[in-house]
């Protein structure tokens, strides 16, 4: 049999005149203890404290007040949820809930040495043999709970062409990175519920609750923190909102009998909750956005001990069934899907009475579980109450109601709720005294009877109680159904003619609409046609009438040497006479776009840049004259240009000079390479006959 190792402990004690509130962070003394002092330090600060806590490892961190690591609840807590998981902390004076002692009363009742002004070191040290005995209250401000959130790490940004798609990819990168870490956390064997905002591409977030303390969590995470990029996984331990004191141990747990409830459950990103007693009287409603079941137990435990968990929907939920088995508590869960209007009613009906209403749908589904119960069960429980009130011996009214909630039928829900005890016999007076021992057993026998008849009054209470709100619940409830009965045959009636007109005005509706659109199409079809027809004229005019003049020499402009671009000017100007063209850009031009102007007619080709050898020979060949613009004054007028006449004619003559020179040129070439051939075939000739 291996013995037990003693565990590491470091407690550490305030330093005087040092405050948690201040804005310089206090000094401690502190000790470490295993068996006996390792080491003890005079002087640390919060910081190197939290550092020595995280490098050792220990089992317990003790200290003889919480509140000297801060000054305020969520400090402490905030603090302590930085300490490794391992570590316990430890109170050795106690807790305000079970009594606090005093570190002197605490040494000397177990035999310690202790100065009548211990300094802070030798205060240190008491606490550690203190701890290392078993003294204390235990303390807890982390849930053994792990929050993991997977989301985007950058923005989206305010647009542009590629924004979809890398929503598209960051939303499947997200999807991919949470099912990652769920299997991981599924492979681990550790509970977790999962919350996620789907897209039509993935998934936008993920929360995922895991049921495990942080450093467990974060060591199977860890590798998918950076694996892939933009994809941010943040993982945080579950804090509680106030300092939770554990039970000392040897202490009763049990303080007084604890209050039956039936909860009502709406799972979801928010989940609602509703909770009520067994008789049916609605004590709490509350809703919450990513609540975990840690969350859901804690806020449950404080009003009671839950008997059945409702839920809204069939089937169950996974998160509503994990909740009933760490309860354990039966689960209900309706025969069919409720409607919202269903739900509406029956949340209605069970509120009536009650200040509490739900302020959401998600407290009003998560009541309208509870009232289904009820509802469900009520044949059961008015039979119940009047086998009981036939019976000839005592029950305890809420077990026999807690027997029906929880599924069992009338005759267990009474054998189970029976008051064993003694009737009183009623006896006819003694003349003599009795004996001290039958005056003793006398005393024993009344205490019994007078705890058992407190039994009996607070069951009647409870039963008296169930009973005036079953009434009250069944009068108002005939009162509103004559009401809704007679209004319920006046609406029928009027919505039945209503519907009847409605439907055929929407059929008319959708007919005019469809007409409609079809119009406004055709109108604005015809809009844009007229414009570009105006357009077109209003060009031609101001052509014509700087033609007229004489003064200048009105040319068409084409953007761009392309078939397309030029396509577009045969279309408009097909019939226009003196057809003189400024080519703007002329690089992408080859012979077939040459070809093209040459066949548009046109006379004079004036170009901004430098045109292709295949472009400018085809129109040399057609005798179509190529004119540098830079030669040219040129004014643009809206889609055209005009060109000074005299200026452009000079041009055009010097083209065509050089056109005839180069042609005299290339004839005498000619010539000179025919006479050329002709001698060397002569020379041919003469010497074969030789």
């Known amino acids: 049999m291996t013995e037990k190792t003693p565990p590491l402990i470091i407690s550490f004690d305030i330093l005087p005149q040092q405050s948690p509130s201040s804005r310089r962070s206090p000094k401690y003394a502190i000790a470490i203890f295993k068996e006996d002092i390792l080491e003890s330090i005079n002087s640390v600060s919060r910081t190197e404290l939290l550092k020595r806590v995280r490098q050792l490892n220990p089992d317990i961190l003790a200290t003889d007040n919480l509140f000297e690591l801060a000054s305020t609840e969520k400090g402490v807590i905030d603090y302590l949820s930085k300490i490794p998981s391992k570590t316990r902390i430890v109170q ?295 086998r009981l009130s036939e019976s000839e011996h005592q029950h305890d009214v809420s077990e026999a109601l807690k027997a029906i909630l929880q599924g069992g039928s009338v005759h267990e829900a009474i054998d189970q709720s029976v008051i064993i005890g003694e009737p009183v016999k009623v006896e006819s007076p003694q003349t003599e005294f009795p004996k001290q021992e039958d005056k003793v057993l006398t005393i024993e026998k009344l205490q019994q009877d007078i705890t058992q008849l407190r039994r009996q009054i607070d069951s009647l209470q409870r039963q008296l109680e169930f009973e005036k709100n079953r009434y009250l619940q069944s009068q108002d409830s005939l009162t509103q159904l004559d009401k809704k009965h007679r209004q319920t045959k006046r609406k029928l009636n009027r919505a039945l003619n209503l519907e009847k007109r409605e439907q055929r005005r929407d059929e008319l509706l959708s007919r005019k609409d469809a007409e409609i659109t079809r119009l406004q199409k055709t109108i604005q079809k015809t809009q844009e046609k007229l414009v570009t027809a105006e357009h077109t004229i209003t060009n031609l005019k101001l052509m014509r009438q700087l033609e007229n003049r004489g003064e200048v020499q009105p040319i068409l402009v084409l953007p761009l040497f392309s078939q397309e671009e030029i396509r577009q000017l045969i279309s408009r100007y097909s019939k226009k006479k003196n057809k003189i063209v400024l080519i703007q850009n002329p690089s992408g031009g080859g012979s077939s776009t040459a070809e093209q102007m040459i066949q548009f007619g046109v006379q004079v080709i004036i170009s901004k840049g430098k045109m292709s050898h295949l472009a400018l020979d085809h129109f040399t060949s057609a005798d179509i004259p190529v004119i540098e613009a830079k030669k040219l004054r040129l004014t643009m007028v809206d889609e055209f240009a005009v060109v000074d006449i005299d200026q452009l004619k000079a041009e055009i003559e010097e083209w065509q000079k050089h056109h005839k020179a180069a042609e005299r040129e290339e004839a005498a070439d000619t010539i000179e390479r025919l006479i050329e051939e002709y001698r060397h075939e002569r020379r041919n000739e003469e010497s074969e006959r030789k």
């Open 92 to 386: 050795v004076t106690g807790s305000p809930i079970y009594g606090l002692t005093s570190i002197t009363k605490l040494a000397k009742r177990y035999g310690l040495q202790i100065e009548r002004h211990p300094t802070p070191i030798e205060t240190a040290i008491l606490i550690a043999k203190l701890a290392a005995l078993g003294v204390g209250t235990e303390i807890s401000a982390l849930a053994r709970e792990t929050r993991i959130i997977i989301s985007r790490a950058r923005n989206i940004g305010p647009g542009g062409f590629s924004q979809a798609r890398f929503q598209r990819r960051m939303h499947g990168a997200i999807q991919q990175v949470a099912r990652s870490i769920i299997d991981k956390v599924a492979k681990a064997q550790m509970d977790y519920d999962q919350y996620e905002t789907r897209t039509a591409h993935g998934w936008s977030r993920c929360l995922i609750h895991v049921y495990d303390s942080f450093d467990n969590v974060s060591r199977i995470v860890q590798s998918e923190t950076n694996r892939i990029a933009g994809v941010a996984v943040r993982i945080s331990p579950v804090k509680h909102r106030t300092i939770l004191y554990l039970q000392r141990k040897g202490k009763n747990n049990q303080v007084g009998q604890r209050q039956a409830l039936v909860v009502g459950i709406d799972a979801g990103t928010t989940v609602g909750i509703a909770i009520s007693d067994i008789s049916g009287r609605v004590i709490a409603l509350q809703s919450g956005r990513s609540l975990s079941r840690g969350d859901v137990i804690r806020y449950l435990v404080k009003f009671g001990k839950p008997i059945l968990i409702a839920a809204d929907v069939s089937p169950a939920p996974n998160f509503i069934e994990k909740l009933s088995t760490s309860l354990q508590a039966p689960l209900f869960v309706p025969e069919r899907l409720l409607s919202v209007a269903e739900k509406r009613e029956l949340a209605k009906s069970f509120t009536k009475d009650s200040n509490g209403q739900p302020k959401n749908a998600h407290q009003r589904d998560a009541l309208a579980a509870i009232a289904n119960v009820f509802q469900v069960y009520d044949r059961k429980l008015r039979l119940l109450h009047n």
